[in-house]
């Protein structure tokens, strides 16, 4: 069956400019979570959702950093005034249910640059 | 707070010989411990978990793990390495809650390579 698959999976951008970054999780998977990976390092969190209720979004780093998920399905993280330090892996992933022991379902990634 | 080592930052193994790589957690209560692979321009891909009972779990591609609470670790094994599972091996965890539920979001280490030669 389908993956969770995210979009694009680069992304080129000039500082300032701000960028959405798209994931289709797995269908019926209750919850969907945001990580950002940077080079040689390992996935950190930064928010996540059970169907569209934004559950815990400790993660985020600062206010430029958002996301939604407005009918429980596809979700957008968005950065606006991007800066060179945004520039790193954006990893999606869905799980059945965060209350669950079960593990979570990644997808392939958005690279971001931002130049 | 929760956090998860990994101390090697690259294993090497010759083809056919036994591999390990090591992974130990910090978590208040019980962990739920997973291990992730990834391989170069795809995503993370599950291999396996802990949750309760047994401590030696086994997931895919011919890999175990065995869960030491006393030293709180979570190290990954297979008997035989096959140049095949040469990538980058995360471990990573969750904290379980009192109810049997867990906390949402994971925790993972910095990630081993793992480089098998033939």
């Known amino acids: 069956g389908a993956g969770v698959s995210q979009s694009p999976r680069y992304k080129v951008t000039k500082r300032g400019q701000d960028v959405a970054l798209r994931c289709d999780p797995i269908?019926?998977?209750?919850?969907l979570y945001w990580y950002r990976q940077a080079l040689g390092q390992g996935p950190e969190f930064l928010t996540y959702f059970n169907y569209e209720a934004q559950q815990d979004k400790s993660g985020l780093p600062n206010d430029r950093f958002s996301a939604e998920r407005p009918e429980g399905s596809i979700s957008t993280l968005t950065i606006q005034r991007t800066e060179q330090r945004d520039s790193a892996m954006y990893r999606c992933?869905?799980?059945?249910?965060?209350?669950?022991?079960?593990?979570?379902?990644f997808g392939p990634g958005t690279r971001l640059t931002v130049l | 707070a929760q956090s998860v080592a990994q101390p090697e930052d690259q294993v090497n193994v010759a083809e056919g010989n036994p591999l390990t790589v090591k992974c130990t957690y910090s978590v208040s209560g019980n962990p739920y411990l997973f291990w992730y692979v990834q391989y170069p321009n795809r995503g993370l891909q599950f291999l396996l978990k802990y949750i309760t009972g047994d401590n030696l779990v086994k997931g895919s591609y011919g890999f175990e793990a065995e869960f030491n609470k006393s030293q709180t670790s979570f190290h990954l094994k297979k008997p035989s390495a096959l140049v095949s599972d040469s990538a980058l091996y995360f471990c990573a965890v969750r904290r379980a809650l009192s109810y049997g539920g867990s906390q949402g979001n994971l925790i993972f280490g910095k990630g081993t390579k793992l480089s098998v030669k033939p």
């Open positions: 992933a869905s799980s059945l249910a965060s209350s669950s022991p079960g593990e979570q379902f």
């Open positions: 269908s019926g998977h209750v919850s």
